[in-house]
C-alpha cells in the first residue's frame, strides 16, 4: 500500500471524529448525556446498516476470488466471519432498554442511512469491491477511538433505565476494531492499482460524509416535537429482485 492511501485514509477517519466531536447532537453521544429515546433510535439505525455488513462482506470476497482470489478476497470473507451476529448486538442493547427486536427491524431507514446502503451495495455488488475497504476503515478507526469511551459515559452518565445492559455493541466494537485496522492495514499492502486505491479512498470519503449524517438524524427523530409530526411508516424491505448479485441481509433481519 502505497504511503498516500495511507495518510488518505488516516485523513478521513480523523475528519470523521473531528466532525462528530464538533456535531452537538454527536458530542452528546460521546459524552453519555443523551437520553433513552435518542439512544434507542441510534441503536435502531445501527441495527439497520450493520445488518448489511456480514453480506457485503462475503459479495466482495466471492467477486474476489471470480477475479481470481487473492489476499483480500481472504480477508473479505474472514472480515464476514467477524461480523456475524454483530446486528444482534444492537438488537440485544434495544431489548435491554425494554424494546421490541420486531419494531427494530421494522424501523425507517433515515436518508443517510439509506445512502450508506445503496453506496456499499453498489460497490459490492456491481462497482469495484475493493471500495469497501474503505468504509471499513473509516468506520472501524472511529470504533476504536470512542466506542469503549462511549460505553463507559453512557454507563456513568446518561441515567437511562438498564443502560449497563445496554451497550454491548459498542463495547464489542471498541478492542475488537483496533486489532482489525492493524489486520486491515496489513492487508492493504496487497492493493497495487491505482484505481482500486482511488475507489477505497473515495469510499472512505463517502463514509466520512454519511455517517454524521446517520447520528445527527437520529437524534432528531427521537425529539418529540418531530416524532409526533412524523407518520409512520414501514421501510421497504430488500426484495429478491434487489438481490440477485447474492448479497442479502441476515435472515434474522427480515
Request: proline share 6%.
Amino acid at each position: 500500500m502505497s504511503a498516500n492511501l495511507l495518510s488518505l485514509l488516516e485523513h478521513e477517519a480523523e475528519m470523521l471524529i473531528a466532525t462528530l466531536d464538533a456535531n452537538p447532537a454527536a458530542r452528546r453521544l460521546f459524552e453519555g448525556t443523551i437520553s433513552a429515546a435518542e439512544y434507542s433510535s441510534f441503536l435502531e439505525q445501527t441495527y439497520q446498516y450493520v445488518r448489511w455488513t456480514r453480506p457485503l462482506c462475503e459479495r466482495c470476497g466471492v467477486r474476489l476470488i471470480e477475479a481470481g482470489g487473492g489476499p483480500l478476497a481472504s480477508l473479505f470473507l474472514r472480515k464476514a466471519a467477524e461480523e456475524s451476529g454483530h446486528e444482534q448486538w444492537a438488537l440485544d442493547d434495544l431489548s435491554a432498554l425494554g424494546h421490541e427486536p420486531r419494531a427494530a427491524r421494522r424501523s425507517a431507514l433515515l436518508p443517510a442511512t439509506r445512502a450508506y446502503i445503496a453506496w456499499n451495495r453498489c460497490c459490492a455488488e456491481t462497482g469495484t469491491p475493493e471500495a469497501f475497504l474503505g468504509t471499513a476503515y473509516v468506520l472501524e478507526a472511529l470504533s476504536a477511538r470512542r466506542a469503549d469511551r462511549t460505553a463507559t459515559h453512557l454507563v456513568a452518565r446518561s441515567g437511562i433505565p438498564g443502560i449497563e445492559g445496554a451497550v454491548r455493541f459498542l463495547r464489542g466494537h471498541g478492542g475488537a476494531d483496533a486489532a482489525h485496522m492493524h489486520e486491515l492495514l496489513s492487508e492493504l499492502a496487497a492493493v497495487s492499482s491505482v484505481a482500486q486505491r482511488d475507489t477505497i479512498a473515495l469510499s472512505a470519503r463517502v463514509t466520512r460524509e454519511l455517517y454524521p449524517l446517520i447520528v445527527a438524524g437520529t437524534m432528531t427523530r427521537a425529539a418529540p416535537d418531530v416524532v409526533s409530526s412524523r407518520p409512520s411508516r414501514r421501510p421497504e424491505a430488500p426484495r429478491d429482485s434487489e438481490s440477485r448479485a447474492g448479497c442479502r441481509p441476515p435472515a434474522s433481519a427480515s
